[in-house]
């Protein structure tokens, strides 16, 4: 997952005065299409809590995976 956005968008509930980097980080995947838990196929959601834990929905994976920051590979929370 590659976030990445040079601004707010109207009506996306995000605080008009955030500030975002104007290079994409990925934060969770990068490691091709699969099924392994350093990989997505299809994501289709996304979450992120105050702690700035990553939940994605795998939509062709059908799970529902999560990244801790920092992490390299993800936590299976459901599904798969």
């Given amino acids: 997952v590659l976030l990445n956005s040079a601004r707010p968008r109207p009506g996306d ?5 955030a ?11 990068g490691n091709g299409v699969g099924d392994g838990l350093n990989q ?29 920051r920092n992490a390299s590979t993800g936590q299976l929370v459901a599904g798969g």
Avoid: M
């Fill in 13 to 17: 509930g995000i605080c008009e005065h």
């Fill in 19 to 29: 500030t975002w980097s104007r290079t994409g980080i990925t934060v969770a995947g």
């Fill in 40 to 68: 997505l196929n299809q994501p289709f959601g996304i979450f992120v809590n105050e702690n700035q834990t990553v939940y994605v929905a795998d939509f062709a994976n059908h799970r529902i995976v999560k990244w801790d």
